[in-house]
Structures are given as structure tokens and as C-alpha cells.
């Protein structure tokens, strides 16, 4: 079991925020969280991160089974794929996005119908704001990016420490105060936002490094980031065109209903 004396938050896979004129690149991050004696797991990433997480498990000395609880901050296919790998783990999914993955919307292109069989295969736990995944890590609703995001708050030696999901996907969001993306409704969003920021000194997001917030107004990153990516150009490609872009140009999305 874990060492029980003080809370750990340890980033296992950064989140990414990689989108293309191809197609967005689902990549979230994945946290373990150490407290009370327990290991909890928040996201488990789509399967195209599975090799790697199994390899940072391994590296820390765990393996799945080493896991107790998986929180999931909402339950689109980016964030949920990997369920498998932790089918004897609890899983804690806010009511609402329980209920919605049941019946999602049809223009919800990221809570496909399979969404809820997966979950059925699961021995699921419901919360809301408030609960306790264990004692010391507290749910807090913050909808927006879907009907039922929920984020965790723990008290740390490092300060309050906010783990978001997609409801803060990334530190820009702490300036235009609205997600990447929105299946819910603006209102929420802005305000899950405004909710994470008033309350955490550190914010692990969900499509970026952890950072804190300085009194500046500045973010400042935790910890170092690179990513190599394979297989742009060889010879059988001479003709495939790349270009870097810093920003994305696109606006926020919000699915039409």
C-alpha cells in the first residue's frame, strides 16, 4: 500500500494540446494520487498512450493491480479507453455524467454510444460535489466541458492542488476562461473555470503541464516538457508538407443542439 503520511500528486503522462488541420489528437494526462494509504489513478487515457503508462507504472515499481481507485474527470473516449487495463479498480463518475453517457447527444462526437459499455463493465462509484474519493480528496463539480466534469482538490506540502480533466484543459484557459471545447453550456464553463482558479494554488489540467499561478498573473509550468514525433517525413513521403503552428487558430467549439 501507499505511504499513508502525506498526500503525493504525481504526474504519470502529460497532457497534450495537439490539434491539426486533420484532426484533433486526443492526448489527457494521467495523475496518481497517494493518500491514506491508498493509490488512486485520475483519467486512463485513450489506447494509444497504453504502452507508455504501463512503462511509467512500471518505472514507480506498480503495475495495474497496484491501483485502488480510478477517478475520472469525465468520461470522453480520450480519457476512458484504457478502462480495461483497471477493471478491478473502483471507478468514481460524477451522477450526471453517468446518467448522460447512457443517452449522449447526437452531436457529441466525443461520448460515442460504446461509452456506456464500458462503463457497464465497471463497478462504478457516483459522487458529487463534495464527496470524498478517500478522506483528504474532495470532489468539486465543474461542469461545462461536460454536464458532469468533476475535478479533485487535496491539500499537499506543494499547497491546494486542483486536478481538472478538460474543464481547464490548458494554462490558457486561465486567461480566456473558456475550455477548448464545450458539450455543455458556456455559463458552466466560464464558471468551473472561475471555481478552479479561486481555488487551487497548483492546477494539473488536462491537456497541459501542471502549473501554478503567480501573483503576476503569470503561469508558471512545473515541470520540463518535449515530445518527438515519428514518421513526418521519409522517402516515401517526399511531397507531405508540415508546418508548426504556436497557437490554435480555432475558436472555442461548442457542439450545436
Avoid at 489527457?28 to 485513450?46: F, K, P, S
Avoid at 503561469?219 to 518535449?226: K, P
Amino acid at each position: 500500500m501507499a505511504d499513508s503520511a502525506s498526500p503525493k500528486v504525481d504526474l504519470l503522462v502529460q497532457g497534450w494540446t495537439l490539434n491539426t488541420n486533420e484532426g484533433r489528437l486526443g492526448f489527457c494526462g494521467v495523475t496518481l494520487i497517494e493518500i491514506g494509504g491508498r493509490r488512486i489513478l485520475v483519467d486512463v487515457a485513450q489506447v494509444g498512450r497504453r504502452v507508455l503508462i504501463l512503462e511509467r507504472l512500471a518505472a514507480r515499481g506498480l503495475s495495474p493491480r497496484d491501483i485502488d481507485t480510478v477517478v475520472m474527470t469525465h468520461t470522453h473516449w480520450d480519457h476512458l479507453l484504457n478502462a480495461d487495463v483497471f477493471e478491478h479498480a473502483e471507478f468514481v463518475v460524477h451522477k450526471d455524467e453517468r446518467a448522460y453517457a447512457r443517452e449522449p447527444h447526437p452531436n457529441d462526437w466525443a461520448t460515442p454510444k460504446y461509452t456506456n459499455a464500458i462503463l457497464e463493465r465497471l463497478r462504478v462509484r457516483e459522487v458529487r460535489e463534495g464527496d470524498q474519493v478517500v478522506p483528504g480528496l474532495t470532489v468539486i463539480d465543474t461542469p461545462g466541458h461536460t454536464v458532469g466534469s468533476i475535478s479533485l482538490l487535496v491539500d499537499t506540502s506543494d499547497g491546494r492542488i486542483c486536478v481538472c480533466g478538460d474543464a481547464l484543459p490548458h494554462a490558457r484557459s486561465v486567461f480566456t476562461r473558456m475550455p477548448a471545447i464545450i458539450f455543455d453550456t458556456e455559463a458552466r464553463a466560464r464558471a468551473s473555470i472561475d471555481k478552479i482558479v479561486d481555488a487551487a494554488d497548483v492546477i494539473y489540467p488536462g491537456h497541459d503541464r501542471p502549473f501554478r499561478r503567480e501573483q503576476s498573473g503569470h503561469v508558471a509550468y512545473l515541470v520540463e516538457s518535449s515530445i518527438t514525433i515519428f514518421g513526418v517525413v521519409d522517402e516515401s513521403m517526399r511531397e507531405l508538407h508540415v508546418k508548426i503552428g504556436t497557437e490554435d487558430p480555432a475558436p472555442t467549439w461548442i457542439m450545436p443542439r
